[in-house]
């Protein structure tokens, strides 16, 4: 079993930033991809960000410029870096991760931090 625990969620004002960090443990030989997700209220889950194993990117176009995401292959652990957050940005973000479990490759999820951009 693999586990996923987010952290870095919370309140912050408009132009404001956060940093989310999504740690991965358990039975682990590898990690292709790993990335974020985001549901608003009354929204479908929604890509924001995903990151491969050699570090190449893809990004929402609505976060991009404003959003990073990076890893620490080592550490099985994602980044999020969200700067000029906007209210609009509003959601509970999920981490996942595309394990390698020594020849099964299974999706794993985070269980969410609530992010809330308001003044």
């Known amino acids: 079993q693999v586990q996923l625990v987010e952290s870095g969620g919370g309140l912050v004002q408009p132009g404001g930033s956060l940093r989310l960090s999504c740690a991965a443990s358990?039975?682990?030989?590898?990690?292709?991809?790993m990335g974020w997700y985001r549901q608003a209220p009354g929204k479908e889950r929604e890509l924001v960000a995903v990151i491969s194993s050699g570090g190449s990117t893809n990004y929402a176009d609505s976060v991009k410029g404003r959003f990073t995401i990076s890893r620490n292959n080592a550490k099985n652990t994602v980044y999020l870096q969200m700067n000029s957050l906007k209210p609009e940005d509003t959601a509970v973000y999920y981490c996942y991760a595309h394990v390698n479990q020594f020849g099964v490759v299974n999706n794993y999820w985070g269980q969410g931090t609530q992010v809330t951009v308001s003044s």
């Open positions: 358990g039975s682990i030989f590898s990690i292709n991809a």
